[in-house]
């Protein structure tokens, strides 16, 4: 069974920096494309970056140069480290897992963030 955990939202200053975690069940970060998604208020989900197994990432254009993805294997995690931080990056992220095999698509339970003074 899959099981994500996020933690690491909060409230932060513009300018300021948080990093996500995800914690995975079994060896989901080495074997599944993990990615962050995000969503606020009155709008659709939004994907902010993946990550491949062999460790290819992409990103939105909004948070390119200010956010990075990354896991370890190990720790059986994935992570978001998120740097100037903006008023519009206020959302609750999601951790996403996908199958290579079947595609299905797994989610965490999400964790908030809010970029404000």
């Known amino acids: 069974q899959v099981q994500l955990v996020e933690s690491g939202g909060g409230l932060v200053q513009p300018g300021g920096s948080l990093r996500l975690s995800c914690a995975a069940s079994g060896s989901i970060v080495s074997l599944y494309t993990m990615a962050w998604y995000r969503q606020s208020p009155g709008n659709e989900r939004e994907l902010v970056a993946q990550?491949?197994?062999?460790?290819?990432?992409i990103y939105r254009d909004s948070v390119k140069d200010r956010f990075t993805i990354s896991k370890d294997s190990t720790k059986k995690a994935l992570y978001l480290q998120m740097s100037s931080l903006r008023p519009e990056d206020t959302a609750v992220y999601y951790c996403?897992?996908?199958?290579?095999?079947?595609?299905?698509?797994?989610w965490g339970q999400g964790t908030q963030v809010t970029v404000s003074s």
């Open positions: 996403n897992a996908v199958s290579p095999l079947s595609r299905n698509s797994y």
């Open positions: 990550i491949t197994t062999a460790g290819s990432t």
